[in-house]
């Protein structure tokens, strides 16, 4: 999964919407630049101003990313859902193997070999 996959799945709160997530945007917004293959894979094309004609990509980019930072990212769970579906669904043996390697793991890096 992208770096970014974990606040998709589990959301991101924004200053003005909240979400029961570990994550939030607390002073700095995404940045616009960052909107744009979306904006041009989508086909977007903003809203018009006031003389009719469309504004910007760059203010599309600002108005997009500063609505992401009001209202945040609503988890989508796309990840977590189908994991615990198929985690209960394990065998009792397999997941007690997986336990005990988990914390042969976690002993030999938090001891150093030991």
């Keep these: 999964m992208e770096d970014y996959g974990i606040f998709q799945d589990k959301g991101v709160s924004g200053i003005k919407k909240k979400y029961n997530t570990p994550y939030a945007y607390t002073n700095k917004m995404p940045p616009p630049s960052k909107m744009d293959k979306w904006i041009v894979r989508k086909g977007l094309k903003g809203i018009r101003g006031k003389d009719g004609k469309f504004i910007s990509r760059k203010s599309l980019q600002f108005m ?6 009001n209202n945040g990212i609503k988890p989508s769970l796309f990840f977590t859902k189908p994991f615990q579906k198929a985690f209960k669904n394990l065998d009792k043996d397999i997941i007690e193997a997986y336990k005990l390697d988990v914390e042969e793991l976690l002993k030999f890096t938090t001891n150093g070999n030991n």
């Design 64 to 69: 997009i990313a500063r609505s992401i930072y």
